[in-house]
């Protein structure tokens, strides 16, 4: 089992920036990436950033150049840094993790913070 927490969520001004953060606990070995999903209301939950054990990154286009996305293996630790934030990056986010197994894979979630921007 791996359990994720996230914290860093918060209200700020178009423009402004945010750092969440996901602690991860439990059977952290086992983990083969992990990722920063966001939900808006009315929406789909959409995948943000996403990184793996080697450190390999992804973005989504809209976030691409504002967020970054880095991990601190040994506080077992992943980063979201939003910079530039706009109205429109308000939603949920929600730390996700997984690990391959077999031809599946076992999902972990976080419980998810709140990030509102004001215009």
């Known amino acids: 089992q791996v359990q994720l927490v996230e914290s860093g969520g918060g209200l700020v001004q178009a423009g402004g920036s945010l750092r969440l953060s996901c602690a991860a606990s439990?059977?952290?070995?086992?983990?083969?990436?992990m990722d920063w999903y966001r939900q808006a209301p009315g929406k789909q939950r959409e995948l943000v950033a996403h990184i793996t054990s080697g450190g390999t990154t992804n973005y989504a286009d809209s976030v691409k150049g504002r967020f970054t996305i880095s991990r601190d293996n040994a506080k077992n630790t992943v980063y979201l840094q939003m910079n530039s934030l706009k109205p429109e990056d308000t939603a949920v986010y929600y730390c996700?993790?997984?690990?391959?197994?077999?031809?599946?894979?076992?999902?972990?979630w976080g419980q998810g913070t709140q990030v509102t921007v004001s215009s």
């Open positions: 996700h993790a997984f690990r391959i197994i077999g031809l599946g894979q076992l999902d972990y």
């Open positions: 439990g059977s952290i070995f086992s983990i083969n990436a």
